[in-house]
């Protein structure tokens, strides 16, 4: 294995249908513009309330990937 150097962000995904959708829907979006991305790490789970019901869950992530050479 290679020595690499890591950058980190955080975004954070929402979704109607589950906290997992909402983690691969801001991990797809980001990856449309976010190059060789390693991991990701769930740093918080919400969950919007409307009608004693959840109505759309959010996920914080931190994503890491290596910087080019």
Do not use: C, P
Request: aromatic letters at 6%; glycine letters at 2%.
């Amino acid at each position: 294995m290679s020595d690499h150097v890591y950058k980190m962000i955080e975004i954070v995904g929402s979704s109607t249908e589950s906290s997992d959708s909402a983690a691969r829907r801001a991990i797809e979006k980001a990856a449309e513009s976010v190059r060789n991305m390693r991991w990701a790490e769930v740093l918080e789970t919400r969950a919007h309330i409307e009608d004693q019901k959840i109505a759309h869950w959010q996920v914080k992530l931190k994503i890491g990937f290596t910087l080019e050479e």
